[in-house]
């Protein structure tokens, strides 16, 4: 227990109910985000994205997670009871604990239920509203649920009431001549039965009606039928929970405002095999295209002896040039430069290469705009960029870079007659997370394409699920040496970036599809 300003005794945990969202990560609120990014303990759903929790949670312990999901009344299920008990006992033990639900709390979510537990046990609570999937599955599926000429209303109802009630609380009759539209939650298992008590309140039975399964995500399935066909096209496309229906004549809009399926990646399940660190900036690339996408980091960043590395910080002043073909070496680099008390001034004087615009880019969030970019984003497009300068012989040049590399440029610079200092920072080691899950998924024919941005990515895929399965899915590189590992492991090239960047890679597998 703490004191408060009033001198009052209030427990030091605290429980915020958080609303997830209805699918897709991008969803989340600001507020909500914050809160599982600086909880003690995450409790989450089945419908909560697990994208959303910490990266290294799992791993780490840190925070700790708890999931109770509830899908389909499965007998391993976590009781509603359980939850409100696990809840008050991680407060009371100090923790900050965020409570993860799909879509909103307070919607069809029993938020409302555990906010009454907490305030039963006297433990502090707060709710953080969430975008609520029968808003947002229709809007995914370019079905607005109000329009100025076809709806001005609209009625959100369960299609699954609580068994234990001795009636039910939805006057269907009234609703089939309300008018507007109806969305349905949790409904496709009473779908018929619902559609045929409406039609006989007066409902028409042929108005629009759809059935909108994972709404927001990648696997996103909507069928749209009228009200009297609709159970049974859902039942024929093997529709399954989780499904938000929507009745009524805005339905019709969706041949024209049907955006989300129509990207050009839709559908399509993607491997991403970049390091931890790096994956999120390709994944996000492909996700806005509408790939399903898979995270396998096929290798690992691991920092190597840095002392080296530190003692050339020391004597920058020494070198005119400073080289990096890599987004790795520089973030270490800078780590080491700010470790030893000092910034971006201790490059004055320094001419600085990147290999390619990613590099650029990330020296350029460190203030520094580089000298020298080649026209091709490989180490021989930037030694044909020196070897036209009058400024590389007889200069000292520093290159950061990683355990192993390629030394076609420290070879070539000192061809020019340069005088080139290497220091190795970091290794790239396999990793293979989640190799277990994606071979099975490649084994059941789930996986379209695999991305490479590295011949020692493609080492780590091989490694990781092995090579007979590494041969099933075909591949897309970003570029000419990557490509050349991909064959050399056996694996077909589909796609090879027309520019060696991550946008251009994935323009070139949008192209592909």
Do not use: C
Not at 14 to 40: C, E, H, M, N, Y
Not at 376 to 387: H, I, P, Q, Y
């Amino acid at each position: 227990m703490t004191k408060g300003e009033n001198g009052e005794g209030v427990t030091a945990g605290k429980v915020f109910l958080v609303g997830a969202g209805p699918g897709d990560p991008g969803l989340i609120t600001v507020r909500g985000k914050q809160l599982i990014d600086s909880a003690d303990a995450v409790v989450y759903d089945a419908l909560a994205n697990s994208a959303l929790l910490p990266p290294g949670a799992k791993t780490t312990g840190r925070p700790e997670l708890y999931y109770v999901g509830k899908r389909g009344g499965a007998k391993d299920s976590v009781t509603q009871e359980e939850i409100n008990e696990l809840l008050v006992k991680l407060a009371r033990e100090g923790k900050r604990v965020v409570r993860l639900k799909g879509g909103d709390p307070f919607v069809f979510g029993r938020g409302s239920e555990e906010a009454q537990a907490m305030n039963d046990a006297s433990v502090p609570f707060e709710v953080v509203p969430g975008i609520t999937a029968g808003i947002a599955a229709p809007a995914y599926a370019g079905i607005p649920v109000t329009h100025r000429t076809l709806a001005t209303s609209v009625t959100f109802v369960t299609g699954s009431e609580d068994p234990t009630k001795p009636s039910t609380q939805t006057n269907w009759t009234a609703l089939a001549k309300a008018g507007g539209t109806l969305v349905l939650y949790m409904g496709v298992k009473t779908l018929a039965s619902i559609a045929d008590t409406l039609i006989k309140g007066g409902m028409p039975s042929d108005i629009p009606a759809a059935a909108i399964q994972w709404g927001t995500h990648p696997k996103q399935r909507t069928v749209v039928a009228t009200l009297e066909t609709l159970a049974a096209r859902a039942a024929e496309q093997d529709i399954t929970a989780p499904v938000i229906t929507v009745i009524g004549w805005s339905v019709v809009l969706r041949e024209e405002l049907n955006w989300f399926e129509r990207r050009p990646l839709f559908g399509k399940r993607i491997v991403v095999t970049r390091a931890t660190q790096q994956a999120p900036a390709l994944s996000e690339k492909l996700g806005e295209l509408g790939a399903d996408v898979i995270e396998m980091p096929a290798t690992q960043i691991v920092r190597l002896e840095l002392e080296p590395l530190r003692a050339a910080i020391s004597r920058l002043s020494l070198y005119d040039w400073l080289i990096f073909t890599s987004q790795n070496a520089i973030s270490i680099f800078w780590e080491q430069l700010l470790g030893g008390g000092r910034d971006a001034r201790a490059l004055a004087g320094l001419k600085v290469a990147a290999v390619g615009p990613a590099t650029a880019g990330a020296l350029l969030e460190h203030g520094i705009t580089v000298d020298v970019i080649p026209n091709r984003f490989v180490a021989e497009g930037l030694l044909d960029t020196m070897r036209a300068r009058d400024d590389v012989a007889g200069n000292k040049v520093l290159y950061v870079t990683a355990e192993g590399a390629r030394d076609v440029l420290p070879k070539g610079l000192r061809e020019m007659n340069a005088e080139v200092t290497v220091i190795e920072a970091y290794r790239s080691i396999v990793d293979g997370e989640g190799a277990e899950k994606l071979a099975r998924a490649i084994e059941a024919g789930k996986v379209d394409l695999v991305t490479f941005t590295s011949a020692s990515a493609v080492r780590g895929y091989v490694d990781a699920v092995g090579e007979e399965l590494a041969m099933r899915v075909p591949a897309a590189s970003i570029g000419g040496r990557t490509s050349e590992a991909l064959r050399e492991a056996g694996i077909e090239v589909k796609v090879e970036a027309k520019e060696s960047t991550l946008d251009g890679l994935a323009s070139s597998v949008s192209s592909a599809f």
